[in-house]
């Protein structure tokens, strides 16, 4: 897991102070960046790029659960990511009262070339679980996971759904208390998601805190506190989960009108006639 600097005084669970994070294009600062650093005092790279937030300022309370929303690249991964420690803000500070687990592209982790209890360890140690409690956990995650009979074959075998519902399986086992999640809030096929949407309420119930950025936020109505939304590299709204599930259609249909605008005065975007005219 990420490396993150504590305040147990905090009175929020993260405060995002002025925060802003420029990416250089087709290529994406992770940690601390300091290779990427030296390199630049070096003279040896540019630090063209652009804006992907700027100017944020949030405060996630304890036991909250709120929705990140916004229009495609509008910054909400990068949000969650700044939340958890795995991108290291440009400007600005994001500051912790206690580990924020990170829900990033898990499956990624996995290395096909070792097994499912391999990997379970691998992804468990990441995540901040010494092998202690990986083994104390690994009849429950595999149990839950539905790959018993799997956990000693090789993970270049296993499906893309199995691999989900493995990296959720095997998050939910760090019993970690705060959560940044980009997309996987619930996996798998419709009964899994089912347990996951179960589990997820019962750990909101037990005072579990929850950032998740979503483009499908109506799936989750009645389980979000309330809403940031982003639009332009900034914080548009901060709001109850209704008012932002409104602004976000809103943006969408603007989008959605601007975008056949730009098609109709394009005449490269026009089809052509069969008779070429």
């Known amino acids: ?14 405060i995002f102070d002025g ?52 229009l495609k690249n509008s910054g909400r991964t990068e949000f969650v990511r700044l939340a958890a420690g795995t991108l290291i803000p440009d400007e600005g500070s994001v500051r912790r009262r206690e580990s924020v ?9 996995f290395d096909r070339g070792f097994t499912v209890r391999q990997n379970i360890y691998l992804l468990g140690g990441l995540l901040g679980m010494t092998p202690e409690r990986v083994e104390d956990a690994l009849t429950q995650i595999v149990e839950t ?27 939910m086992a760090t019993q970690a208390k705060t959560f940044a999640v980009d997309e996987m809030l619930v996996v798998g ?11 997820i309420k019962i750990l909101k119930a037990a005072g579990t805190t929850f950032l998740v950025a979503t483009e499908a936020p109506r799936k ?36 959605s009108i601007t975008d056949n605008a730009e098609t109709k005065s394009d005449p490269k975007a026009r089809p052509e006639s069969e008779d070429g005219f």
């Open 1 to 14: 897991m990420a490396r993150q600097r504590l305040d147990p005084q905090l009175e929020s669970m993260i």
């Open 19 to 70: 925060v802003g994070i420029n990416i250089s294009k087709g290529k994406r600062r992770q940690g601390g960046g300091r290779r990427h650093r030296l390199r630049r005092f070096a003279g040896e790279q540019s630090r063209s790029g652009s804006w992907v937030l700027r100017g944020i300022s949030a405060q996630i309370g304890a036991g909250e659960s709120v929705a990140v929303l916004g």
């Open 101 to 109: 687990l990170p829900m990033v592209d898990l499956g990624r982790a």
């Open 145 to 171: 996971a539905g790959i018993t009979s799997n956990i000693d074959k090789y993970m270049g075998r296993a499906s893309a759904l199995s691999r989900q519902k493995l990296a959720w399986t095997i998050a």
């Open 189 to 199: 096929d419709p009964e899994f998601r089912k347990r996951c949407l179960e589990q």
């Open 220 to 255: 989750f109505e009645g389980f979000f506190d309330r809403a940031i939304v982003l639009h332009d590299g900034g914080v548009v709204a901060d709001s109850s989960f209704a008012d932002g599930l409104a602004l976000l259609r809103e943006l969408r249909l603007a989008n």
